[in-house]
């Protein structure tokens, strides 16, 4: 059973930086894709950034050169650093997991979610 456990959401003004940290337990394995998604009010959901099987990282180009992934495998620790926050950023923001699909990543397992929520 995958376990997706967020923290670290908050509010910020704009400019801040915050940290998001995932606790990741149960079932995934090297075969898994790592990642992030988002939602904002009134929006579906998108992908924030994924770290894939083949340690290639990938971002959402609205985020790209501000928000960082990473992973700390030995703490079973998955971590999103947001720079440089943006009004637009403000979401719910969830770990995701999830098993390579025909060459994709098939983010079956979310958490439940932190809320970010950014001010002017």
């Known amino acids: 059973q995958v376990s997706l456990v967020e923290s670290g959401g908050g509010s910020v003004q704009s400019g801040g930086s915050l940290r998001l940290s995932c606790v990741v337990s149960?079932?995934?394995?090297?075969?898994?894709?790592l990642g992030w998604l988002r939602q904002a009010p009134g929006k579906e959901h998108e992908g924030v950034a994924a770290?894939?099987?083949?340690?290639?990282?990938t971002y959402a180009d609205s985020v790209k050169g501000r928000f960082t992934i990473s992973q700390d495998k030995a703490k079973n620790m998955l971590y999103l650093q947001m720079n440089s926050l943006e009004l637009e950023d403000t979401a719910m923001y969830y770990c995701?997991?999830?098993?390579?699909?025909?060459?994709?990543?098939?983010?079956?397992?979310w958490g439940k979610g932190t809320l970010v929520i950014i001010s002017s």
């Open positions: 770290i894939h099987v083949d340690g290639r990282v």
């Open positions: 995701a997991a999830g098993p390579v699909v025909r060459g994709g990543c098939n983010m079956d397992y």
């Open positions: 149960g079932g995934t394995d090297s075969t898994y894709c």
